[in-house]
């Protein structure tokens, strides 16, 4: 099964220890951020995993070849040029995948109680897209139909409202919403869609624009519990949400 880390970012929010260190080599129990989510991938049973890289990029490239690519197939997807952010992350790490198989994309920093073999198994071909979301309360929202199927966007703070349909311009509050993950399976046929798109861009913001005419669709996990280990002081938590 094939897996795509998201491990670029420059993880502002977890200064000044990202100073000197990429966000996934920082650690939780003496252990960095990657390694837990490598090592949880290797036990659900995915074996194919791509990192994708930038900040600091030389030290997790290092990091990962000291520690023989934990005894699977991992690439690095080297972003060290220009940070693509997360749309532009997937079009250029998926060509280093060798089939046709859905990714299951994560985030580096998010701790959570996820099957994950489960859930691909479950869903990777039931849409072109599956979006893990809870809801957990936030201001910026997915706006999901009653089949579940992505429709929109909607930042409550700001009242801003991203969609293809009017419907759901005219009327946001009639719509499911719910909260990102950061975890969801790409179908690689959306691939050939994103060749318009420039090298850097934001996966939301594709989803928005293909769920008009493709399934992005979400699910809900029952007792999701979710962190994400973006912070200082989320960190001590995260040595408690594992335990």
């Known amino acids: 099964m094939n897996a795509l880390i998201l491990a670029a970012g420059l993880g502002t929010r977890l200064k000044p220890l990202t100073d000197s260190m990429p966000k996934a080599l920082v650690a939780v129990n003496n252990k960095p951020l990657i ?121 409550l703070n700001t009242g801003e409202v991203k969609s293809p349909f009017q419907k759901v311009k005219d009327n946001p509050a009639a719509f499911y919403r719910f909260a990102f993950s950061g975890i969801h399976i790409f179908s690689q046929d959306l691939i050939k869609l994103m060749d318009d798109y420039p090298k850097r861009f934001s996966i939301i913001d594709f989803y928005l624009n293909a769920c008009q005419k493709y399934s992005i669709m979400a699910v809900v996990k029952p007792n999701l519990k979710l962190l994400d280990v973006g912070k200082i002081d989320s960190l001590r938590i995260a040595e408690d949400f594992i335990c």
């Open 35 to 155: 390694r837990h989510l490598i090592e949880r991938l290797i036990n659900d049973g995915f074996d194919n995993v791509v990192v994708n890289v930038h900040h600091f990029a030389q030290q997790i490239i290092d990091y990962i070849h000291i520690n023989n690519q934990f005894g699977i197939n991992i690439k690095i997807s080297d972003e060290s040029e220009m940070l693509l952010d997360t749309g532009g992350a997937i079009k250029k790490a998926a060509s280093l995948f060798n089939d046709n198989q859905p990714l299951l994309v994560h985030n580096v920093d998010i701790f959570h109680n996820v099957n994950l073999k489960d859930f691909y198994i479950k869903n990777a071909f039931k849409a072109d897209a599956i979006l893990l979301v809870s809801d957990r309360v936030t201001s910026r929202y997915l706006l999901f139909d009653e089949d579940n199927k992505l429709v929109g966007w909607t930042n």
